[in-house]
């Protein structure tokens, strides 16, 4: 059985934020057109990195789109 937290360790006030977004290199056109950025989280307890975010403004190819092909 999984625990479940008590109603005083929930924090209810939590807000995704999109990094500084980077351009690098797109792997399928071959150009620097990449656009990558990490996702936080800011709780109460803290930030945190949550994900990424990367897609080609050229070709629309994605790195994490092949990850949830497989």
Do not use: N
Request: aromatic content about 10%; overall charge negative.
């Amino acid at each position: 059985m999984i625990p479940q937290p008590k109603s005083d360790d929930v924090d209810d006030d939590i807000t995704v934020s999109l990094g500084e977004i980077r351009q690098e290199w797109c792997a399928r056109c071959l150009k620097s057109t990449l656009d990558t950025a990490t996702i936080y989280a800011f709780a109460g307890t803290g930030a945190y990195v949550i994900g990424a975010y990367a897609v080609c403004e050229e070709c629309g190819w994605s790195p994490y789109a092949d990850k949830r092909a497989g």
